[in-house]
Nanobody, 128 residues
Framework: QVQLVETGGGSVQAGESLRLSCAAS?????????MGWFRQAPGKEREEVAT????????NYADSVKGRFTISQDNAANTVYLRMNSLKPEDTAMYYC????????????????????WGQGTQVTVSS
């Protein structure tokens, strides 16, 4: 079992920044995971934002956040971060951290159901 706890959400104005953190614990070594950030806005499906292979640092980003968001890791702390700059109102959503098998990060496409472990989510609200 892997436990994931997200922190760092909040309410900001458009153009401001936030950093989300995802602390992992449990039986799976964080260096052998594909870690992802997903988001879900009211009435919309959950979508992938970014992923990182913690064993090698390979990253993937959704087109909507490229150039604004950065996913990173601190393996010593078993923590993955999502730095979000130039936030827009359309970034408003519940943000979730997820973990899955390492091979996921090498795929061109991933599905929400591919990730077996999820955190409880942290709310990000961006006002104009």
């Amino acid at each position: 079992q892997v436990q994931l706890v997200e922190t760092g959400g909040g309410s900001v104005q458009a153009g401001e920044s936030l950093r989300l953190s995802c602390a992992a614990s449990g039986a799976t070594h964080s260096s052998n995971l594909c870690m992802g950030w997903f988001r879900q806005a009211p009435g919309k499906e959950r979508e992938e934002v970014a992923t990182i292979y913690t064993g090698g640092g390979v990253t993937n980003y959704a087109d909507s956040v490229k150039g604004r968001f950065t996913i990173s890791q601190d393996n010593a702390a078993n923590t993955v971060y999502l730095r979000m700059n130039s936030l827009k109102p359309e970034d408003t959503a519940m943000y979730y951290c997820a973990a899955g098998v390492p091979a996921l990060c090498g795929r061109r496409m991933r599905k929400v159901a591919d990730f077996g472990y999820w955190g409880q989510g942290t709310q990000v609200t961006v006002s104009s």
